[in-house]
């Protein structure tokens, strides 16, 4: 079946380092999602990237779909603490109404 | 999210019992959905039902049952056939394909 994959599954920086977490699917995706869950919450969206090769901003944040939508990466520029949470991608296959979670990043910043 | 309710927050249970989560909204939203999540995992597909009175299958529905008997509600049933139930559930809901999801604020079982 289909498969969601991210690394890393954890990643510790100091407040003001970069960090960057990959999503690699094992199928071609309609478009991808991205959550964020902070420790003892509950997911909460993020963004949705469509087309093939799209670039989008949110602040310090910068997403990035793959050309060929099996891959997709979020990086954030000079972390902050209030960006501690696990972040995860969720593709859909376009098939069905449901979506593939990948497995998650957890990202700790030491201030 | 506002507008999705999940109770009780905490839920303990004897082993053997079935227990039953409440999720219900007011978004108007068609499409409902069950996950489940481990400690340091990602989130498993339980059921999901994309219109009242139905409901599909996700990845891990064996020990799990739903209904979808109004638009507002989607209760899941945690059965005693279900070997591992301790978790966090989580229900989501959607307005439409591919849109975003909104979570509720999870309901974490404890069985012993």
């Known amino acids: 079946g289909q498969q969601v994959m991210q690394i890393p599954q954890y990643q510790h920086v100091q407040e003001g380092e970069d960090f960057t977490t990959y999503c690699n699917s094992s199928?071609?995706?309609?478009?991808i999602q991205w959550y964020k869950q902070r420790p003892g919450g509950h997911p909460v969206f993020l963004i949705q990237l469509v087309k093939s090769g799209e670039v989008k901003k949110q602040k310090r944040l910068t997403f990035q779909f793959g050309e060929a939508k099996k891959n997709s990466s979020l990086h954030i520029t000079a972390t902050q603490t209030t960006d501690v949470g696990t972040y995860f991608c969720?593709?859909?296959?376009?098939?069905?109404?449901?979506?593939?979670f990948g497995t998650g990043t957890l990202l700790a910043v030491q201030p | 999210d506002g507008g999705i309710t999940q109770s009780p927050k905490y839920l303990f249970r004897k082993e053997g019992q079935n227990v039953t989560l409440s999720c219900e909204q007011n978004?108007?939203?068609?499409?409902m959905y069950w996950y489940r999540q481990d400690p340091g995992q990602g989130l498993r597909l339980i059921y999901y039902?994309?219109?009242?009175?139905?409901?599909q299958k996700g990845d891990i529905a064996e020990g799990y049952s739903v209904s979808r008997e109004k638009k507002e509600s989607f209760p899941l049933t945690v059965t005693s056939a279900q070997k591992n139930p301790t978790a966090f559930y989580l229900c989501?809901?959607?307005?439409?394909?591919?849109?975003?999801?909104?979570f509720g604020p999870g309901t974490r079982l404890t069985v012993t």
């Open positions: 039902s994309q219109i009242v009175n139905d409901f």
């Open positions: 969720a593709g859909d296959g376009g098939a069905t109404n449901k979506l593939i």
């Open positions: 199928t071609t995706l309609s478009n």
């Open positions: 978004l108007n939203h068609d499409a």
């Open positions: 989501a809901t959607t307005s439409g394909q591919p849109g975003q999801q909104y």
